[in-house]
């Protein structure tokens, strides 16, 4: 396992953190070209290290740089790896002692062709205080730095055998209550001379903060969106997702409607199933209306909640539910695993701490 420590703090701005093309941008009076702007990046976010082994690279002109630029790392305070999916969750720590966590999802769907996802956080913490969300439960404590939304990502490639081939922003906090950053972020990944993750792989998740939306259909990308619904009635969502009384529903969805006709994506949309409370026949009819025209994949996650205030469906709840969307709604339905129970890695469960034995 590669040794993860924390730099000391610095001055010098994060390599990892900037594009090729920014780091010509910004340093091309010192002698940043196109060519030396990928090595430095391949080698940040790849090796962790600075290229100094590299014939081609000047090491004088790289003494240089250096006074301009750094590699921080994040503190590994603890990895945790599940017993019954190989799902693996690293607790990281900032400088400042900011926590946060990520989740190595293994993916193999097809033998020898095994491969992994990366769940990063965007904040340390979260202020969103959805009930059923161990994250929302602690509370915010402060958003994170592009280089540490990088860094996350990097230093799990460097410690897996896994192909890292996607991200999704599915971690501790609110994207898009962290948007400049964490597009900062998405842009950084998909570089072809760093982590090379397709931009197409890249995912973004909301609980549906509206003025994020809408900058996404303004902006040039082609990143996913996908949005934490899980009610489509408004009084019942409040009651679990405070998010409802700043944004309302509607609100939503006419920047959904916006999101797609910008950018012409299909919109997934998450639904934390609860057993007894949005399962029913009358609860899929009420997500047929509300979505009415709007292209839509629906994934329906079971709830985790280790405090015992929510219970997932039993398989003829969760059938029952299944079959009345496909009844009222001509879109994708599709069931996605939750990994990483055992680890308390599972989606709701991150809190910034690791499982007592």
């Known amino acids: 396992m590669i040794p993860m420590t924390a730099d000391a703090q610095s001055t010098e701005y994060p390599v990892t953190a900037l594009t090729a093309r920014e ?5 091309g009076t010192l002698g940043m070209t196109p060519r030396l702007a990928r090595k ?35 503190t590994l305070v603890d990895r945790r790896v599940s017993a019954v999916d190989g ?28 491969k992994a996802v990366v769940c990063v956080s965007s904040q340390s913490g979260c202020a969103m205080g959805c009930a059923f969300c161990a994250t929302g439960r602690i509370g915010f404590a402060r958003n994170l730095e592009p280089w540490e939304i990088v860094a996350q990502v990097a230093q ?10 996607g991200v999704v922003f599915m971690g501790m906090g609110e994207p898009l209550l962290n948007i400049d ?17 397709a931009a197409k792989a890249i995912t973004l998740s909301t609980v549906g903060i509206v003025p994020g939306i809408r900058r996404l259909a303004r902006e040039p990308h082609a990143f996913k969106l996908v949005v934490s619904l899980t009610s489509a ?19 939503l969805r006419a920047a959904l409607a916006e999101y797609h006709a910008a950018t012409g994506r299909r919109i997934t949309l998450a639904w934390i199933l609860i057993s007894g409370f949005n399962t029913a026949a009358d609860d899929a009819r009420a997500l047929a209306d509300w979505v ?20 997932p469906p039993d398989d003829a709840e969760r059938n029952a539910f299944r079959d009345a969307l496909r009844l009222h709604l001509a879109a994708p339905v599709i069931r996605r695993y939750s990994g990483g129970k055992d680890i308390y890695a599972a989606c709701g469960m991150l809190a910034a701490d690791m499982p007592h034995e």
């Open 40 to 74: 430095l990046q391949s080698s940040a976010l790849r090796q962790g290290a600075w290229p100094e082994d590299d014939s081609t690279i000047s090491q004088r002109w790289l003494g240089e740089i250096r006074r301009h630029l750094c590699i921080p790392r994040l």
């Open 181 to 197: 950053a964490v597009l900062q972020a998405a842009r950084v990944f998909s570089e072809p001379s760093g982590l090379a993750i």
């Open 233 to 251: 009635d408004a009084a019942k969502r409040r009651t679990l997702m405070p998010v409802e009384a700043v944004h309302p529903s509607g609100d």
């Open 23 to 27: 780091l010509v941008d910004r340093f």
């Open 87 to 114: 799902f693996c969750k690293y607790l990281f720590a900032a400088a400042d002692g900011a926590r946060f966590e990520a989740v190595l999802i293994p993916l193999a769907h097809r033998p020898g062709a095994a």
């Open 156 to 165: 799990i490639r460097r410690d897996t055998s896994l192909p890292v081939r």
């Open 292 to 311: 009415g025209d709007l292209p839509v994949q629906i994934d329906l996650i079971d709830v985790n909640d280790d405090t015992g205030a929510f219970r």
